[in-house]
Nanobody
Framework: QVQLVESGGGLVQPGGSLRLSCAAS????????MGWYRQAPGKQRELVAD???????NHVDSVKGRFTISRDNAKNMVYLQMNSLKPEDTAVYYC??????????WGQGTQVTVSS
């Protein structure tokens, strides 16, 4: 059974940093595209960044230059380093694993709050 468990969220002041981690189990994650999504109150869930099995990354414009996604296939881990955080980054952040169009898995989410 595929499981994704996020950690590393919390409360941080504007301009601060956090590193989110996602521990994956129950599948061959080296073959999947892994991603981070977020959902703010009253808004739809949106892509933040993703990384292919080959290591190619994609970051949405609003986080480019501030966030960095990475993965460690040997440990079945994916990370999101978040720097220069802004209040508008406040959201629940979800880890995502995509093996195919029909095989997509989600973690439970971790809260990130950026506030002074």
């Amino acid at each position: 059974q595929v499981q994704l468990v996020e950690s590393g969220g919390g409360l941080v002041q504007p301009g601060g940093s956090l590193r989110l981690s996602c521990a994956a189990s129950g599948g061959i994650f080296s073959r999947s595209t892994m991603g981070w999504y977020r959902q703010a109150p009253g808004k739809q869930r949106e892509l933040v960044a993703d990384i292919t099995s080959g290591g190619s990354t994609n970051h949405v414009d609003s986080v480019k230059g501030r966030f960095t996604i990475s993965r460690d296939n040997a440990k079945n881990m994916v990370y999101l380093q978040m720097n220069s955080l802004k209040p508008e980054d406040t959201a629940v952040y979800y880890c995502n694993a995509r093996f195919s169009l029909s095989r997509v898995y989600w973690g439970q989410g971790t809260q990130v709050t950026v506030s002074s």
